[in-house]
C-alpha cells in the first residue's frame, strides 16, 4: 500500500520553471515504479512520465522531452518533477502514481495522489 501527496503546483509564466514533489507514504516504497500524469480540463489523463523503482529507468511522453525531468529519492519517500521551459499547453492538474511497474496507460496504475494543479500564463 502507497499513500500519494503531491504538492509544488501553482501559476507561472511561459518559459518559466516549476517543481513538482510527490510524498509517498507506506511500508514499501523502494519496490514501486511511480510516475506522473497530467489532465487538462475537457481532456483524457495523459501520460507524462515515469521512473523504475531504482531510477535507472526512465519514460518520458514526447512532448515534455527535453524540458520535464523526473527523479526519486527513495531515502526521503519523494518524487520529483522538474518542468522547465513550461509552455501554456502544458496547464493541467498534474498527478502523481503508483504501481508494482511502470506503465503509459494510465489505468493500469494502482495507486494515485489527489493531484496539484499548474498553470502556465503566456
Known amino acids: 500500500q502507497v499513500q500519494l501527496a503531491e504538492s509544488g503546483g501553482g501559476l507561472v509564466q511561459a518559459g518559466g520553471s516549476l517543481r513538482l514533489s510527490c510524498a509517498a507514504s507506506?511500508?514499501?516504497?523502494?519496490?514501486?515504479?511511480m510516475g506522473w500524469f497530467r489532465q487538462a480540463p475537457g481532456k483524457e489523463r495523459e501520460f507524462v512520465t515515469a521512473?523504475?523503482?531504482?531510477?535507472?529507468?526512465?519514460h518520458y511522453a514526447d512532448s515534455v522531452k527535453g524540458r520535464f525531468t523526473i527523479s526519486r529519492d527513495n531515502a526521503k519517500n519523494t518524487m520529483y518533477l522538474q518542468m522547465n521551459g513550461l509552455k501554456p499547453e502544458d496547464t493541467a492538474v498534474y498527478y502523481c502514481?503508483?504501481?508494482?511497474?511502470?506503465?503509459?496507460?494510465?489505468?493500469?496504475?494502482?495507486?494515485w495522489g489527489q493531484g496539484t494543479q499548474v498553470i502556465v500564463s503566456s
Open positions: 507506506g511500508r514499501t516504497f523502494s519496490n514501486y515504479a
Open positions: 521512473i523504475s523503482w531504482s531510477g535507472g529507468d526512465t
Open positions: 502514481a503508483a504501481d508494482h511497474n511502470y506503465h503509459t496507460d494510465y489505468t493500469f496504475w494502482s495507486y
